[in-house]
């Protein structure tokens, strides 16, 4: 879909293609922009370089693939959530989001942590991707792993509870008291 933004990836990956003449980028999915995408990728001369995966539908195959790569990166600006950010970091990948107000995917990125925002921008994200691919391997796979522990059913779960259990319990400044009064 074109708020998926995969063409600012492709981009960016051209932008890559200077120093990084081997990368390889895997777009996992379908949709009425693949054709405009493939065509893109072919004006760039990097058919080498950009993959086009179609849906998968075997989650285990979706996380291999992820588990292949060194980075994430959601170029879109509409996402709901955003659990494919949480599943890239559960494969301990961090992921590079699009700083926007209707991406709610920005919420689950604490930048240098599990991953980074951008600007919607080829060549910010290239940057950003530039700077994964440069560091240390592994060095985001704790911080991703534990980012992923806030989201389990378990620990939301507990959270509920605890939020439940003060408003029951204990009485807050703030709250307010209705009293009904006899007429």
């Given at each position: ?26 777009v ?45 990166v ?32 920005c ?25 994964v ?51």
């Amino acid at each position: 879909l074109s708020h998926k933004n995969v063409d600012v990836l492709i981009r960016a990956i051209k932008i890559l293609t200077k120093d990084h003449p081997d990368i390889v980028c895997l777009v996992i999915g379908d949709g009425p922009e693949r054709n405009n995408l493939e065509e893109l990728v072919s004006s760039l001369g990097i058919q080498e370089n950009v993959y086009f995966m179609g849906s998968i539908s075997n989650e285990k195959r979706i996380y291999a693939k992820m588990e292949a790569c060194k980075v994430f990166v959601l170029p879109s600006i509409r996402e709901g959530f955003g659990i494919s950010v949480l599943e890239a970091n559960a494969c301990g990948l961090p992921v590079i989001v699009i700083n926007h107000h209707n991406n709610a995917a920005c919420g689950l990125v604490r930048n240098g942590s599990n991953g980074y925002t951008s600007d919607l921008d080829d060549t910010k994200v290239a940057e950003l991707i530039a700077h994964v691919l440069n560091a240390p391997k592994n060095s985001y796979t704790e911080a991703c792993t534990k980012n992923v522990q806030n989201y389990c059913w378990k620990h939301i779960s507990e959270r509920v509870d605890d939020v439940y259990s003060n408003l029951l319990n204990k009485p807050h400044e703030d709250s307010i008291a209705i009293i009904e009064s006899e007429r």
